[in-house]
């Protein structure tokens, strides 16, 4: 059995790299769209 504190330091070690990842397509999502559909 994990202990909590271990699996928790895991959870919050790869969680920023897979929102970073989230992010930087939105962001590359959001440019294209603006380049290619100003509003």
């Known amino acids: ?16 790299s897979m929102v970073a990842l989230i992010a930087v397509t939105f962001v590359i999502d959001g440019n294209l769209v603006h380049v290619t559909c100003p509003t």
């Open 1 to 16: 059995m994990i202990p909590p504190n271990v699996h928790s330091s895991t959870h919050y070690s790869t969680a920023p």
